[in-house]
């Protein structure tokens, strides 16, 4: 059955420092990806989406790759301050969306 | 910007209740989706509508229905509440299923308990 693993349930970094956040899947091959955050008692909202033939998307200080053949995507956040703190969600596209569980990302002060 | 709108952010039913959760989205999408979610499992699709009257089951339809009467608006509904139904249930609204450039608009969510 597919499969969506999101590195970890919480990483904590220290501010400045850039976060690395980690998507993989089995048993699909999505058409894109996307990536949304979503703070406590909010809906996710989006961020980035990225195509099955991009290799890296840019937007501020976010960065995604997506490596098809690894079947992994990565989510880069540079220079994190607190206000980066939130639940990011990874989803993939194929047929339907399906959400990744979300990695609870604290960057400390 | 999109707004999606959930008629409550809490709520708290009992065992046996009908429960009606109601979404509005204000950009004559076409497509809408209900969602549950609990902790360590993601986002879980229950229904979504394509347009008017029509609906399709998600991942997780079972002890769920649906009902798109007018496009902007989409309701999911619980026939017999289970406390197996506590969750956090999400809507979410798409212009078009073609356009695979157009994110998601969400709504806030509507945390229920059922007691």
């Known amino acids: 059955s597919q499969k969506i693993e999101q590195n970890s349930e919480a990483l904590n970094i220290q501010e400045g420092k850039t976060a690395t956040l980690t998507c993989n899947y089995t048993n699909y091959s999505p058409a894109y990806l996307q990536w949304y955050r979503q703070d406590p008692g909010r809906g996710p909202v989006f961020l980035l989406l990225?195509?099955?033939?991009?290799k890296e998307k840019r937007k501020e200080r976010l960065k995604v790759t997506f490596d098809t053949t690894l079947k992994q995507s990565l989510f880069h956040i540079t220079a994190s301050q607190p206000a980066d703190s939130a639940t990011y969600l990874c989803?993939?596209?194929?047929?339907?969306?399906?959400f990744g569980p979300g990695t609870r990302l604290s960057v400390l002060p | 910007d999109v707004k999606v709108t959930q008629s409550s952010r809490y709520l708290v039913k009992r065992t046996g209740e009908k429960v009606f959760l109601e979404c509005v989205q204000d950009?004559?999408?076409?497509?809408m989706f209900w969602y549950r979610q609990d902790p360590g499992l993601g986002l879980r699709l229950i229904y979504f509508s394509y347009d008017v009257k029509m609906k399709e089951k998600g991942d997780i339809p079972e002890g769920y229905s649906v009902s798109r009467e007018k496009k902007e608006r989409f309701s999911l509904i619980l026939e017999s509440a289970s406390t197996n139904q506590t969750s956090m249930y999400l809507c979410?609204?798409?212009?078009?299923?073609?356009?695979?450039?157009?994110?998601?608009?969400f709504g806030d969510g509507t945390r229920l308990s059922i007691l």
């Open positions: 990225i195509r099955e033939n991009e």
């Open positions: 989803v993939l596209y194929g047929q339907n969306f399906v």
């Open positions: 979410a609204s798409i212009l078009e299923r073609g356009q695979v450039k157009q994110p998601q608009h």
């Open positions: 950009m004559d999408h076409e497509n």
